[in-house]
């Protein structure tokens, strides 16, 4: 039994090893697959939609091409924060009801590309059975501090990428 649960620890430490573009939110520090950062901007001009969450500020054109942008300061229920010099785009590609669609997150400040060893991510927490933590990968262990990775994939739920991807 033990050997199993080795096993099992070992498969996912496979699973999210590897490297993370780590950014910072509210002075705590966050990572994501590097694999789904197609790229970085600094703010722009964001063109609002009405009658949607706060947490979604609008729509931006990069290149000919219109990306939603969400806050992820007001997705994790965060204190909205006064836009910065340090405040960055991150453009991601996530997994969306209709296929892989582009989607940008505010972060306060994009930090670096850390390559993270699987033996240095520890599950989640449990926090009680009330609280959603799907979005979240793990927390890696780097430099004597803890970085909580994300599952870009599942930040956002089923719902409301539909209401994105219908009304966007």
Do not use: H, Q, W
């Amino acid at each position: 039994m033990a050997e199993s649960m080795n096993t099992d620890k070992a498969a996912a430490d496979a699973r999210r090893e590897g490297k993370y573009l780590t950014f910072s939110l509210a002075g705590e520090e966050y990572g994501i697959g590097i694999l789904t950062v197609k790229e970085i901007i600094g703010i722009m001009s964001i063109t609002t939609i009405p009658r949607m969450p706060s947490y979604v500020k609008g729509v931006i054109n990069l290149r000919g091409k219109v990306i939603p942008v969400i806050d992820l300061r007001l997705k994790f229920d965060m204190e909205e924060a006064d836009y910065t010099e340090r405040t960055c785009i991150i453009v991601v590609e996530i997994s969306g009801g209709t296929g892989r669609i582009l989607i940008g997150i505010i972060v306060d400040s994009v930090s670096e590309v850390l390559n993270v060893k699987g033996v240095d991510i520890e599950d989640t927490p449990a926090f009680g059975s009330k609280l959603d933590t799907e979005y979240i990968l793990g927390m890696a262990k780097t430099g004597g501090r803890v970085k909580i990775l994300l599952d870009i994939d599942r930040v956002l739920s089923g719902r409301e990428l539909g209401i994105l991807e219908k009304e966007l």
